[in-house]
């Protein structure tokens, strides 16, 4: 059961992590949400049916951010039971034209802001003995052509998640990686247009499915645990 726990879940405002954000609350997780646009999760977190619910306005390339974040949740929380890293963002474009500096924007916001926030709430994941889900993507285990430095972030969130799981198992904490494929959000929008590809939802999974299997994953019984989840479109495309 989930009800009563308390979750924070990043990129809470869009695609994914809008689709669990309210799959928690449904099943009575009270959740912390972490975006970039404050009037945004505001309005998301109304269309809810159950509270409460935490706004927490954060960009996620800014150490500041990050550090006033966990600093604030360190001194108002008790206890984590669920940290969600959904938030990410992505480049494309062919290997010798792509730039360093775009390189280290996407590496602080999908590498260093996942670990730089578990680092500094573990004490309160590891007094509730709750459980860690980073949404990866199916680039993090097989990396394409124009999609390197994306692909390098995710490879080395998985790295990240795995060496994790082998440190704090013992204490009682499940680790879960999650790799979708292509899932209709606005940023899948994007890389279709990036790809100059038709966009087209309906032969995508939707994010709730990935939602869906999220919450399934955080339910099952503490006698076992999944550590890596791969999910991918029925139709191929």
Known sequence: MLEGQVALITGASSGIGKAITRALSEAGVSVCMVGRNRERLNSISRSFTNKPFRIYEVDLSEDEDIGKLTSNLSKTLDSLNILIHSAGDFTMGSFEDLSAEEFDRLYRINVRAPFLITKNLLPLIKKAKGQIVFINSSAGLQARAKISQYAATKHALKAIADSLREEIN????????????????????????????EYRADLLMQPEDVAETVINTLRLPRTAEITDVHIRPMKKI
Do not use: W
């Open 170 to 197: 013992s204490d009682g904490v499940r680790v879960i990686s999650i790799y979708p494929g292509r899932t209709a959000t606005p940023m899948q929008k994007e890389v279709h247009k990036m790809e100059g590809k």
